[in-house]
């Protein structure tokens, strides 16, 4: 079965540095989807950045970058040159390939402070 | 940019009574998808959709219905609410499957109380 895990709760981090944020993910299958989604203080859900498991390359997308480590069933999420406004709720989620049931499963969440 | 448009935004209702919840999506997405939020549990999918009149069974299914009625429109209904699913919902939607839209679009959510 799927499953998701992000341990660590929450991170305080100073303005301008870089932070990772942790997930590992189960499955069966051989080809699947990884995401990380940010959610801000309105509640709102927005896409940051995926993987396909079969891209060996890093995915990146502006400020934000993953380090995948297929063996160890790892992708952090970097963000680098942290602003205020990277304040919020992040969550890991993953869709399995094979069987293409669409189903995505997410993680609990990293609640990150950016402090001035 | 997709466009998932959710109905009501708050909804209060009481014990043992019925709820729709409303979804629409204007990018002709074939999957819609319904989560929960709650505070310790993330979001935990309830049912999703790959397109008119499917259901697939979410995670967290029990107490809930959902219908798909048209490519755009997805429902979530609680017909006998109970004060375990005050909660915070969430649609969304994607184009799964394509291989190139991935990406779940999320409605602005509803907040359901239901005393």
């Known amino acids: 079965a799927q499953k998701v895990t992000q341990t660590q709760t929450s991170i305080s981090v100073m303005e301008k540095t870089t932070v990772t944020m942790d997930c590992v993910y189960e499955?069966?299958?051989?080809?699947?989807?990884l995401f990380w989604y940010k959610q801000t203080a309105s509640g709102e859900i927005v896409f940051l950045i995926r993987q396909d498991s079969y891209k060996k390359e890093n995915a990146t997308e502006g400020h934000y970058s993953l380090n995948f480590q297929k063996p160890k069933s790892s992708i952090g999420l970097i963000i680098t040159a942290t602003q205020i406004e990277d304040s919020a709720v992040y969550f890991c989620?993953?869709?399995?390939?094979?069987?293409?049931?669409?189903?995505?499963?997410f993680g609990l969440g990293t609640t990150l402070q950016v402090q001035p | 940019e997709a466009a998932v448009t959710q109905s009501p935004r708050n909804k209060v209702t009481v014990t043992g009574g019925n709820v729709t919840l409303s979804c629409r999506q204007t990018?002709?997405?074939?999957?819609m998808y319904w989560y929960r939020q709650d505070t310790g549990h993330g979001l935990r999918l309830i049912h999703y959709s790959y397109g008119a009149g499917n259901l697939q069974i979410g995670d967290v299914p029990d107490g809930y219905k959902a219908t798909r009625t048209t490519q755009e429109d997805f429902f979530l209904l609680l017909e006998l609410a109970s004060p375990s699913q005050t909660s915070l919902y969430f649609c969304?939607?994607?184009?799964?499957?394509?291989?190139?839209?991935?990406?779940?679009?999320f409605g602005s959510g509803t907040r359901l109380t239901v005393l």
């Open positions: 990018n002709s997405h074939n999957y």
């Open positions: 499955t069966r299958d051989s080809s699947y989807f």
């Open positions: 969304a939607s994607s184009d799964a499957g394509t291989g190139c839209a991935e990406t779940l679009y």
């Open positions: 989620a993953m869709r399995e390939i094979t069987g293409n049931t669409g189903k995505l499963i």
